[in-house]
């Protein structure tokens, strides 16, 4: 009997996966039957045990952390339609993120279209990972954009430092320099609403924001997270990003493990871009699956045949 393939999603993505078929894994189940193998998608907890090895099926785990020959992890890369399939993990977990990028090898001609294309749909389209309020506000630039990013697990298996720790620094740092802190869409942590308060009151060039995300990057001079989304949609905008967190983009990135660090880069202004645009078409273009191409499964399946699998045991 042919084995199963099994895609594992967390309840919100699930409801999103059943109601929408242009969704990615709506897609990736569809590509796959078509191909000839039997799906499943099945609703996972928020603690998920990896399956076992020898189960003879193979998985896809939204979100998932696991390293074993019959599975890859999945989730967004940041920004739609981009997404993992990794055998290690997501994010700053993921083998992506242990790679090497070397910018002297990618083709800078290929890049700048990659980047143009991306910029015009994402800057353009002012679309975000999260909802974003839609009337545009105006800021008057060369200011500090930091981004917490609540209680979420990610940004904390992560982090050097503090929110709390993070937001002072900067503020210590900025010499006057307009700093727009902008919290989480899905809300605060209680340590973050106390900091941040505190320091509005105090500090007459800080301020609480809640505009759309692409406003508050517009004219920016940098960014300063532990490792938000928000900070990665700067680099499409072309705004340097500061990390106080392992991420999945520390390649282009400038990454300050203490206080210190975090205190001198500001101090110190110096705001280098980077290759953003050959890092954004090795990123996305090269590492990540695109949802929207047409070539998709091709890739997915080659990713399934990387992980040591026989297709033809799956109806591939």
């Given at each position: 009997?042919?084995?199963?393939?099994?895609?594992?999603?967390?309840?919100?993505v699930f409801a999103a996966a059943a109601t929408n078929p242009n969704q990615f894994y709506g897609k990736?189940?569809?590509?796959?039957t078509t191909?000839?193998?039997t799906v499943r998608i099945v609703e996972r907890s928020p603690?998920?045990?990896?399956?076992?090895?020898e189960d003879g099926n193979f998985h896809f785990v939204h979100e998932g952390?696991?390293?074993?020959?019959n599975l890859l992890n999945t989730g967004l890369a940041y920004v739609f339609p981009f997404w993992y399939a990794d055998p290690q993990g997501v994010y700053d977990l993921s083998s992506v993120a242990a790679m090497e990028f070397d910018p002297e090898t990618i083709d800078a001609e290929a890049a700048r279209g990659f980047a143009r294309r991306l910029r015009t749909r994402i800057v353009g389209g002012r679309i975000s990972r999260y909802d974003q309020k839609p009337e545009v506000t105006e800021f008057t630039g060369g200011h500090i954009a930091v981004f917490l990013q609540g209680d979420t697990d990610i940004a904390d298996r992560g982090r050097f430092m503090s929110s709390a720790k993070m937001m002072r620094t900067v503020l210590a740092a900025s010499r006057g320099r307009e700093v727009l802190i902008k919290p989480?869409?899905?809300g605060m942590t209680r340590q973050e609403a106390q900091v941040l308060d505190q320091?509005?009151?105090k500090?007459?060039?800080?301020?609480?924001?809640?505009?759309n995300v692409h406003d508050v990057l517009s004219g920016a001079a940098v960014t300063v997270s532990i490792n938000a989304t928000a900070s990665f949609e700067g680099l499409i905008h072309g705004v340097p990003a500061i990390l106080c967190g392992r991420s999945g983009f520390g390649h282009c990135a400038t990454i300050c493990e203490t206080p210190d660090q975090l205190l001198k880069t500001i101090a110190q202004a110096k705001f280098k871009p980077g290759p953003i645009a050959k890092f954004l078409y090795w990123f996305l273009g090269q590492q990540m699956l695109n949802a929207g191409s047409d070539d998709m499964l091709d890739h997915v399946i080659d990713r399934i045949r990387l992980q040591g699998v026989t297709l033809f045991e799956f109806g591939l």
């Open positions: 009997m042919a084995g199963e393939i099994h895609i594992h999603l967390t309840p919100p990736l189940a569809e590509g796959l191909r000839g193998a603690i998920f045990l990896p399956p076992d090895p952390l696991a390293r074993q020959g989480h869409p899905r320091l509005v009151g500090f007459s060039n800080v301020r609480m924001v809640d505009a």
